[in-house]
Structure formats: structure tokens, C-alpha cells
């Protein structure tokens, strides 16, 4: 059997976890997955809960990367990166199979397997933190803190109401909703932000096929967002 990196393990183990969680997905399917011997990938992960941390530390990279960072960034005014943060995180879940695979983690997992509970932790305190640096100047430490989990738990929410009723427009919706929170220029940013989303889920066909910088590809050929 060919050999196989590390990464490329934890890539494909992610996306058999989003599909079959962490009960119905085992180390044999993972390994077929990965086209090695069992053996081989005790090797590299000794139990599936290394596998499962290698999981939560693969997206929570890619989201520090290019998604919080939006927040920190000099380039644009706070509401510029209001609809980029938006926007991006739009393209990361919508449509995806298996809706966020850290969600569905924390509600399999927390509770029967405490040494998962920092890790995902880590991630949700990131994403409130990069919200909440962001209206902290409108609204204060103390209250961007409350608003920025608020708006964390609407796309929670929302991403699991889309998998439930198969329906792209309420993730949508409460991303829109989420943006309100941005006091003076939230009109006009919830207006402008409102046309982006109901434009690309009326043009879309759910689910959508994403490619490995996690773009929407629509029925018309199109693909969003562009480059």
C-alpha cells in the first residue's frame, strides 16, 4: 500500500467524522478511507480520539487563517469586515455535508469526554473574540463580549435549522440577524449584506459541491465567492 502523510490522514478522517460523527466512524473506515492497513494508522494515531483532536485543530487552523483574521485586519473599516467575516464564514458552511463538524463535536463528546472540552472551547472563544474585537468600539469590552457568543450561537443555530430542513436561506437569514448587532451603520450593512445572501441561495443548489478553498459552486456555472 502507498505511503501516506499525516495531514492527508487528518484531512480524510475530517470528512468521514462530518458525514458519520465520531460513534459511526471507525478506525477501520479510516483507514480504508486512507488506502492503508490498520496498522499503519495506529502508527501515526494510537486511538481515534488523537484523531479526533488532529480533527479539531485542522479547522480551527484553517479558521484562524482565513476566517478570524478578517477581524484583525488594518486594510478595511469594522463594517467592510462585518460583510468579509460574514461572507466567508457564508461559504465555509453553507451547503456543507454535515453542517459544523465542531458543533456536532461538542454535543457528542463534552459531556463522556472531558479532554475535548478546551479544544473546542479554544475555537469558540476565538471566533466570539474576533466578533467581539470588532464592536468593542461601538459598544464596549463587556458588551461586544455578550454580543460577539450571541451571534456565534445564531450561526450554530442556524447551521443545524439548515440541515434540518435542507433550506440555505435560514442560515442566511441569521447571519443577516447576526450583523444587526453592529449598532450605527447596521441598516445599511444588514441591507447590503441581506441582497448578498438571498442572491446566492436563490441561485444555488443545495447542497453545493465545495472545492478546497471552499467555494460555492452554483447551477449556473458560477462561483462564489470570487477570488
Known amino acids: 500500500m502507498a505511503k501516506i502523510e499525516r495531514d492527508e490522514i487528518v484531512k480524510r478522517a475530517t470528512g468521514l467524522f462530518r458525514i458519520g460523527g465520531y460513534d459511526d466512524t471507525s478506525m477501520a473506515q479510516i483507514a480504508d478511507a486512507c488506502g492503508i492497513r490498520k496498522a499503519s494508522l495506529y502508527h501515526h494515531f494510537p486511538e481515534k480520539d488523537g484523531l479526533v483532536l488532529a480533527a479539531i485543530e485542522r479547522i480551527h487552523d484553517h479558521f484562524r487563517e482565513h476566517i478570524f483574521a478578517i477581524a484583525y485586519s488594518n486594510d478595511t473599516d469594522a463594517k467592510q469586515r462585518l460583510y468579509a467575516l460574514c461572507e466567508a464564514t457564508f461559504g465555509y458552511f453553507n451547503g456543507r455535508e454535515g453542517g459544523c463538524l465542531l458543533g456536532n463535536f461538542t454535543l457528542a463528546l463534552t459531556e463522556r469526554a472531558p479532554r475535548f472540552q478546551e479544544p473546542l472551547r479554544s475555537y469558540f472563544d476565538d471566533w466570539a473574540k474576533a466578533i467581539a474585537h470588532l464592536l468593542t468600539p461601538e459598544h464596549g469590552a463587556g458588551k461586544a463580549r455578550d454580543l460577539a457568543?450571541?451571534?456565534?450561537?445564531?450561526?450554530?443555530?442556524?447551521?443545524?435549522?439548515?440541515?434540518?430542513?435542507?433550506?440555505?436561506?435560514?442560515?442566511?437569514?441569521?447571519?443577516?440577524?447576526?450583523?444587526?448587532?453592529?449598532?450605527?451603520?447596521?441598516?445599511?450593512?444588514?441591507?447590503?449584506?441581506?441582497?448578498?445572501?438571498?442572491?446566492?441561495?436563490?441561485?444555488?443548489?443545495?447542497?453545493?459541491?465545495?472545492d478546497s478553498r471552499h467555494r460555492l459552486h452554483h447551477s449556473d456555472g458560477s462561483v462564489w465567492p470570487q477570488s
Not at 155 to 172: C, E, S
Not at 196 to 208: C, D, G, L, N, V
Open 149 to 210: 457568543f450571541d451571534s456565534v450561537a445564531h450561526v450554530q443555530g442556524a447551521i443545524m435549522m439548515m440541515r434540518l430542513y435542507n433550506d440555505p436561506n435560514i442560515f442566511a437569514g441569521r447571519l443577516i440577524r447576526a450583523s444587526r448587532c453592529f449598532h450605527k451603520f447596521t441598516l445599511k450593512t444588514y441591507r447590503v449584506v441581506g441582497s448578498i445572501w438571498s442572491e446566492h441561495a436563490e441561485r444555488a443548489t443545495f447542497p453545493r459541491t465545495m
